[in-house]
């Protein structure tokens, strides 16, 4: 007789993860991937480390539908600060290029936002893993040599902008994947004349799951003990 025990994280499940900010979307992999005890543990969508929200974890068997749950619509939060450009169009590097943002109206940010609803054509950031040649390009980025992305179909379905003080506008945003909310920060600013970049993120939503029903990493950790411990 057989009693060898089988790991329930290697017949599938799927983890609702609330990434922390700072972290890599790999440092959650590899946080829950020695918590689950098996090897196929994948993430649904990488999140920049910059942003926190909704991470969709997949392990054993559940990893083979990691590209459905990837190809849903997105919700984020977060805000864009005006009067300045980014290299990588978040924090991850110093504002450059300040143009004052004071004259900037209700009407000006509406009619911004008007232009970037519906399906459009958007450049993904230069500073990105999005691969040219079998490599990502913000490796030759990084060295400052030139490098030239074609526009890509996105589709922004909801974009709300709220303002308390300017030059911070807070924003909620739902789109098709594929859309990069750090060019749309930089495109947005570039539309307004003044520049702007991304500088806070959430993702709130994927598809049908919602951060609200999302776990902490540690949280996550302590189930999966408790899980191996008692099956």
Known sequence: MNSQKTN?????????????????????????R????????GHAGTLDPLASGLLILCTGKKTKQINQYMAREKEYTGSFTLGAQTPTYDLESDPTNF???EHIDEVELQKAVSSFK???????????AIKKEGKPVYLAARKGKDVVLEPRPVTISVFEIQVEKLPVVNFR?????????????????EALGCGAYLSSLC???????????AKTVDDWVTEIQDVLQHH
């Open 203 to 213: 993702r709130t939503r994927i598809g049908e799951f919602k951060l609200e029903d």
């Open 99 to 101: 143009k004052s943002f």
């Open 8 to 32: 329930p994280y290697d017949e599938g499940r799927v983890l609702l993860v609330n990434k922390p900010l700072h972290w890599t979307s790999f440092d959650v992999v590899r946080k829950l």
């Open 173 to 189: 945003v739902v789109c098709s994947t594929g859309t990069y909310i750090r060019s749309l920060a930089n495109d947005f600013g």
């Open 118 to 128: 519906g399906d459009i054509q958007q450049v993904p950031p230069i500073h990105s």
């Open 34 to 41: 020695n918590a689950v005890r098996t090897k196929k543990v």
